[in-house]
């Protein structure tokens, strides 16, 4: 059974993942009581209507004041501006943590502008969908998800382990890693897939010899699937390549060559080369499952007449 664990928890951002960690939050009672910023007037506007959290502020200085834990859960472009205003405003012995999908931009960006009797400790819940917003949230959004926290070295034992009893109350298993190590794994399992989802919807809708409707009418399983990726926030998106741009360019890099290698295999006819790899990529696919980070369910595990 969870309870509290953080008095009154500031979320810097309402999207789609502080929109979701409210209401787990609130399931869970994981705090005494929720405060939320958003810059947009709007956006605050609806999570009042929605009740999102006990106090919308307009300014993070206020949503801040006395939390034990702040989430930053904006796009991470913004970060270190955000961590300039709120440095000298944080609770001593307070937690500072985030949800971006980039760890070492993160902590350079945000790490000098935070007041030494505070805990920073990087974090990257790996959940989302391809929807934004306050609206877009939901409880179950960390369950059986990995979130992976990047304490820098000389983090504080009991503040790192307190946050992860947080994640885990939120439904997720946690693993901890170096932020360069971080930066690297989800550049080839997310940012690189969303670059190639983006190019691949871009090339469709250039090519003149096809019709943007007949692209539509016509949108198979897998181009439709890359679709959904490519309706992704563009403004986290491009704040994600511009922060992780070495380890994207070196697995940029490595896609490149291995997509020569099946350009020659199709042009001289080299079935063996492309039945070995996609077998090979079959059973990635298969492990996925097995580890519970995807269904058997036919579609890409979605569930008849839902989307």
Not at 265 to 273: L, N
């Amino acid at each position: 059974m969870s309870g509290v664990l953080y008095e009154r928890v500031a979320l810097i951002g309402l999207g789609l993942i502080g929109s979701s960690l409210s209401h787990v939050m609130r399931r869970e009672k994981l705090a005494g009581r929720i405060a939320g910023y958003a810059r947009s007037a709007e956006t605050r506007a609806t999570a009042k209507r929605i009740g999102l959290a006990d106090e919308i502020h307009e300014s993070a200085v206020a949503a801040v004041k006395d939390a034990d834990l702040v989430i930053l859960a904006t796009p991470v472009g913004v970060y270190g501006k955000l961590a300039e205003e709120i440095g000298p405003h944080l609770k001593e012995g307070a937690t500072v943590t985030d949800v971006g999908s980039v760890k070492s931009a993160v902590l350079r960006d945000v790490a000098p502008h935070l007041p030494k009797h505070v805990h920073f400790i990087p974090g990257h819940p790996v959940a989302g969908t391809e929807h934004s917003g306050p609206e877009s949230g939901f409880a179950e959004l960390f369950t059986n998800k990995w979130c992976i926290l990047t304490p820098p070295p000389g983090a504080d034992a009991a503040a790192v382990a307190r946050l992860e009893k947080f994640w885990r109350a939120c439904g997720s298993n946690v693993e901890t890693m170096t932020p360069a190590h971080h930066d690297m794994v989800l550049a080839i399992t997310s940012h690189l897939p969303h670059l190639i989802a983006y190019n691949i919807v871009a090339t469709a809708a250039d090519i003149e010899d096809v019709t943007n409707s007949e692209v539509i009418k016509f949108s198979a399983g897998g181009f439709r699937d890359f679709t959904r990726i490519a309706a992704s926030d563009p403004t986290m998106w491009r704040d994600i390549f511009l922060s992780n741009k070495e380890a994207v360019l070196e697995t940029l890099g490595r896609f490149s060559e291995d997509l020569s290698v099946l350009q020659r295999a199709i042009r001289w006819g080299d079935g063996d080369t492309l039945f070995n790899l996609f077998t090979r990529s079959r059973e990635v696919r298969r492990g996925i499952i097995a580890a519970g980070q995807e269904t058997t369910a036919p579609d890409f595990g979605r569930q008849p007449g839902k989307k």
